[in-house]
C-alpha cells in the first residue's frame, strides 16, 4: 500500500472518531490517549519529519518513550498495535539470519547480524580472493564475493571441523555475509479500511 493511500485511510479513522466526539466540552482521558495515538499512527505513516503537523504528537511520543512505564499509544478505531522494532533487513531468499560469536556452545549465539547459507545451497558459484584467515586446514575462514539477488557482495566461507578428522565428510562448511541494516526499523501492524492487516514501517529520527 503507498504512502498517501495508507495515510488516507489512517484519516478516515480519525475523522470517524473527530465526529464520534464532536460537540464533547471535555475528552475523558482515555479518549484522549486514544486520539494521541490516532494522531501518532496516521503521522507514522508517512512523513512525519516533513509534516509540521506531526511534529507535536511524535516528539512528544519520543519524549514519553524515556519516561518509565512507558505505553506506547494506539489507535483503537484502526486496530494498531504497539510498535515493534527490528533493525535489520531481511535475509535473501534461502538465507537464514544466524548471530556471530567466537563460541559455538549453544546459547552463546549473538544478535542475528549476518546471513547465511551452507555451501552446497549456493546457487552460483562464490569469487575466491586471497584473503584467508585460521590456522591449518581443519578450520579458517576465507574472504569470497558471492551473487546475492544481481549483485557481488563481499562474504565469508567458513570451512569447521567436527573434530574426528580431516576427512572433507568431517568439515561443515558456509558461506555468511553481514545483514543490511534498515533505514526505518520500527513498524506499526493495523487494520486497513477493508479490514486486512497493514504493517508501516518509520524511524523516530528528528531532523
Avoid at 186 to 194: M, V
Wanted: aromatic share 8%; net charge positive; charged share 20%.
Amino acid at each position: 500500500m503507498s504512502q498517501r493511500r495508507r495515510a488516507s485511510t489512517v484519516l478516515k479513522y480519525l475523522l470517524i472518531g473527530a465526529t464520534a466526539v464532536a460537540g464533547a466540552a471535555c475528552l475523558p482521558p482515555e479518549l484522549r490517549a486514544s486520539e494521541w495515538g490516532c494522531q501518532v499512527l496516521l503521522c507514522l505513516s508517512g512523513d512525519w519529519q516533513g509534516t509540521r503537523s506531526c511534529h507535536p504528537p511524535v516528539y512528544r511520543l519520543i519524549a514519553a518513550m524515556k519516561a518509565p512505564g512507558f505505553s506506547w499509544p494506539t489507535c483503537p478505531q484502526a486496530n494498531s498495535s504497539a510498535a515493534r522494532y527490528d533493525k535489520y533487513e531481511d535475509c535473501p531468499s534461502g538465507w537464514q539470519a544466524t548471530g556471530r560469536t567466537d563460541s559455538d556452545r549453544p546459547g552463546m549465539r549473538g544478535e542475528p547480524n549476518v546471513c547465511q547459507i551452507r555451501a552446497d545451497k549456493l546457487t552460483l558459484p562464490a569469487i575466491h580472493t586471497n584473503g584467508r584467515f585460521g590456522h591449518g586446514n581443519d578450520a579458517g575462514s576465507r574472504q569470497v564475493q558471492v551473487e546475492v539477488e544481481g549483485k557481488l557482495v563481499p562474504a565469508e566461507v567458513q570451512t569447521i571441523s567436527n573434530g574426528r578428522g580431516s576427512f572433507p565428510g568431517d568439515r561443515s562448511t558456509f558461506y555468511a555475509i553481514p545483514r543490511a541494516l534498515r533505514e526505518k526499523p520500527w513498524y506499526i501492524e493495523y487494520d486497513d479500511a477493508n479490514g486486512i492487516r497493514q504493517k508501516s514501517w518509520f524511524n523516530l529520527n528528528m531532523r
